[in-house]
């Protein structure tokens, strides 16, 4: 199922040229993958800064 979301995503980029949205999708996904995986650890305080 994420893939096809994904595949989606990139096929709208594709058609409308929207290249300039792939760096921001990008650092969405880096940030959401540290605040998931840093949940409930020592990292978190740092991680909270950012916000």
Do not use: C, E, H, Q
Not at 32 to 38: E, N, Q, R
Request: charged share 15%.
């Amino acid at each position: 199922m994420a893939s096809t979301n994904f595949k989606d995503l990139w096929d709208y980029l594709k058609v409308r040229k929207k290249y300039w949205l792939l760096p921001i999708v990008l650092v969405l996904l880096v940030l959401a993958a540290l605040v998931a995986l840093s949940s409930g650890t020592a990292v978190s305080p740092f991680v909270y800064t950012f916000f």
